[in-house]
């Protein structure tokens, strides 16, 4: 990262030398000299103010390497917070995370099912309160809310939400309505691109990374990192992996096109696969009603994934026939963006990641095209089932590196915001 | 673009303001410093050096804006030439172009075919003699010689190019050989990646453009730019759409996958399948001996695109058939990055681009996953036929940015050469 040469310090490098400091966990002075390419002068004036702050603590010295020996410098961890939320169908997660984007709290409520967008956030910000009083945190500390859900965002309309079965939130101004209700600004993302900078934050790929996290949830999408910042294309819905087409006579898809990864792969069409073999149903406890399905998507997901490892051969066959239309769409995405990383990711991959890794895996190391040049390592996320909500409250948390005075200066920003929406799932 | 603060101005700083200069055309001196964020100071040494190498001409001055009217800068376009080389088994295209990546001269040749490389690299470097002389140019200007070619590339051999069914050519030091025959410095790179960057100099694409383009040659690829920059992956083989699977029970490619997008759509399928169909093989003249195929690909495909145009049937069902699965492949691509922008280009769509068009835009219109937030516009190459090459001679200009005598600092730097290759085609 480098900055504008000879400009008083402003909010971007105020935002660059804190990120350097966080991904650095400690560093002298003069090491941020030489990882954001700032002159010393700046260097030094923009530690200053975030010492005076509170958001940097000097931290003891570097051992001598023949001069001075260098004050260290690292982020005040408990000094802001930042709240995440991650909206589906099937539930709602919150977490509390300090500046560090370590988890403090979290906490998973029901999802929003078919209910009135108005009860949900009236629901919604008596559970934050709850959040953050159960953490014993002052609300003057806490920076703003992130909320992420599924795509396409709409950036026109200051991304607000209009996701899945949820046509009926179309016209509903959910930014300004969480503001009200919370009294915490507030910024929306994609959930699979949160997804991504939660699993950047929550510090498993090196700080520079280039990665994808391929995200399971509801339904399937990806979060694009570049070099340690999330890849969000023309609009903000890169990664759509979900709707790339595997097989061009497919069944159609809710999305206007046919073989869709989702359609094929998706907790949805496993869960349908499996309520289709009677046996299969009721060994695993499926709802019997399908018009229930949507909000009980995940849990019927885990029930079959559940009767997979317990010896089920029907169950296990769904679920490596899932993960194997998932493994060429990971296939896809490596070959497109040649790739070396991959992360499992999202509620659906915390609960049958080990099912999916090894085929997924297999594929990447058998025909990723440039497999002779060098591998795709895939692994599976320690935070699957909260990456999106922490990578939420990452959000609100690179916030802090622009005055909050200033207001937000991120997607979603409530500023600009106009009426307008997409429908979709995810 | 920003440049690092408070240093000396050093080979990027030269290298981004001199690149600033080309995208603008014309622009004064404070409109750099606004440009690249480097410091006034930076900005005026920096350009003191171009001007004194003969790279940069002052160029009047802008209308007074109230004060004093800033003197304008420009390249000084022939000043400097570089030599592109797209290297096929189908054909070989010589560009020769001025410092600002104009066509002072082009020139096509037999391709590669089974030939003995250094038989190739002798002939080579006669042609570029004749291309150089031609043209009139004095050698000493002559920056470097560009040479692209069918991927996958491998860094960690400096991409020595080991492309097609030119096995042979897998321990052969290509780009060492060629510095010793025409004594130029050489550059290697992927030919969609710098068909890329040819459709970025060419001046069709804006300035921080982020685009696909869509390449068929002998085979099928794309080469990426994300804000003016190529987008190369972890080991220069980003954008690999010829490899992604449309079909998991499609025919078997030679990559090892199966239902890639190159082995149902290509240049090749499309040959074998009008082949096969003796009416259209007479009708076309197409060669009768199906080993000599591979060298006369493009000559067949562009003998069956001939037959379309005049109307025959079979000819246009099997080319709109190979559009429709490119399509789709397309779709994908602009699915994962959420792109705005394609260009069709390469050898084989300069030939059937019209016919390729119409499809790819109505399925990008249909079923592009974000279209109701944005459209995705494809339009045709201006230059199909010469892009690659125009891009591998752009790679040498960007060298310019770094001073000669420091060594080319790209993608195939010699200085770190080492043994080793991948075999591939496209």
Redesign the interface.
């Known amino acids: 990262m480098?900055?504008?040469?000879?400009?008083t310090p402003h909010a971007s490098s105020r935002a660059a030398i804190l990120d350097v400091i966080r991904a650095a966990g400690t560093i002298s002075r003069v090491g941020l000299v030489r990882a954001t390419?700032?002159?010393?002068a700046?260097i030094s004036t923009v530690v200053r103010r975030l010492i005076d702050d509170g958001l940097v603590l000097e931290t003891g010295r570097a051992e001598s390497t023949g001069g001075k020996r260098r004050v260290l410098l690292q982020l005040n961890q408990s000094s802001r917070f930042a709240v995440g939320v991650h909206l589906d169908h099937a539930g709602i997660t919150y977490v509390l995370t300090n500046l560090g984007g370590s988890v403090v709290a979290r906490m998973s409520r029901a999802g929003v099912g078919t209910d009135d967008p108005p009860a949900v956030v009236a629901r919604m910000a008596t559970e934050v309160d709850a959040l953050i009083d159960g953490a014993g945190i002052d609300r003057s500390r806490i920076l703003g809310l992130g909320l992420v859900a599924p795509?396409?965002?709409?950036?026109?309309s200051s991304m607000r939400l209009v996701p899945p079965a949820m046509r009926h939130w179309e016209h509903f101004r959910l930014d300004r309505e969480l503001l009200a209700a919370t009294r915490l600004p507030v910024v929306l993302d994609n959930d699979a691109t949160a997804a991504a900078l939660g699993e950047h934050w929550s510090g498993d790929v090196g700080g520079t990374a280039?990665f994808a996290a391929i995200y399971m949830g509801t339904g399937i999408g990806?979060g694009l990192m570049?070099n340690g910042i999330t890849?969000?294309?023309?609009?903000?819905?890169?990664?759509?992996?979900g709707?790339?087409?595997?097989?061009?006579n497919g069944p159609e898809c809710w999305?206007?096109?046919r073989g869709c990864t989702e359609v094929l792969a998706g907790p949805g069409a496993v869960v349908a696969a499996a309520r289709a073999d009677a046996a299969l149903a009721a060994e695993a406890g499926l709802a019997a009603d399908a018009a229930e399905e949507r909000p009980r998507r995940l849990a019927d997901f885990a029930a079959v994934t559940r009767a997979a490892l317990r010896g089920n051969a029907a169950a296990r066959e769904l679920l490596e026939n899932s993960a194997?239309?998932l493994a060429?769409a990971a296939?896809?995405?490596a070959?497109?963006?040649?790739?070396?990383q991959m992360v499992l990711t999202g509620p659906s991959l915390a609960i049958a990641g080990s099912i999916y890794l090894p085929v997924v895996q297999r594929e990447l190391d058998?025909?990723f095209?440039?497999r002779?040049?060098?591998p795709v390592t895939v692994r599976l996320s320690r935070s699957a089932a909260t990456a999106p909500a922490i990578g939420a409250a990452a959000l609100v948390l690179q916030a802090e590196l622009v005055p909050l005075r200033e207001g937000l200066r991120l997607p979603g920003n409530l500023a600009d915001a106009e009426p307008g929406g997409?429908?979709a799932t995810r």
Chains 1, 2 share one sequence.
């Open positions: 480098s900055g504008p040469a000879g400009a390419g700032f002159t010393g700046t795509g396409p965002m709409n950036q026109t280039t990806s570049v890849f969000r294309g023309a609009s903000g819905n890169a990664g759509e992996i709707h790339i087409c595997l097989d061009a999305c206007g096109a194997g239309h060429v296939r896809t995405l070959n497109i963006m040649d790739l070396d058998r025909a095209f440039s002779a040049t060098h997409v429908s």
